[in-house]
């Protein structure tokens, strides 16, 4: 099964996480840290986009049944030194679905090994 990275916004990932916290999922950010780690990697969160992966489809909140929700990495910056930073949400799928695909063919892709 191929999996689409999607990419996210500082806005859709406020979103994400300000509904993940009103619908009592298990995994939120704590959006200050996040962007602290972001500027200390020296990119303006603001105006950074996010990779995101799929980990799985989730239905459980505090160990109740949920509506489905799309466990997701968040990828950041990287160095030198290789991956700087991830972080787990859990997304709602219609903020999930809704989001851009990283398209490979059209963009310049940087390795790091």
Do not use: W
Not at 66 to 78: D, V
Not at 84 to 110: F, G, I, N, R, W
């Amino acid at each position: 099964m191929k999996h689409e990275i999607k990419v996210m916004t500082a806005a859709d990932l406020e979103e994400a996480n300000k509904k993940a916290i009103e619908l009592n999922f298990n995994r939120t950010l704590n959006m200050e840290k996040f962007y602290e780690s972001v500027r200390a990697y020296g990119f303006e969160p603001e105006n950074a986009r996010y990779p995101v992966f799929p980990l799985i489809l989730h239905e459980h909140a505090n160990g109740e049944y949920t509506e489905p929700h799309m466990r997701i990495e968040i990828i950041g910056p990287y160095n030198e030194l290789g991956l700087v930073m991830k972080a787990v949400l859990d997304c709602p799928m219609d903020l999930y679905s809704q989001l851009s695909v990283y398209d490979y063919d059209t963009s310049k892709l940087h390795s790091i090994n």
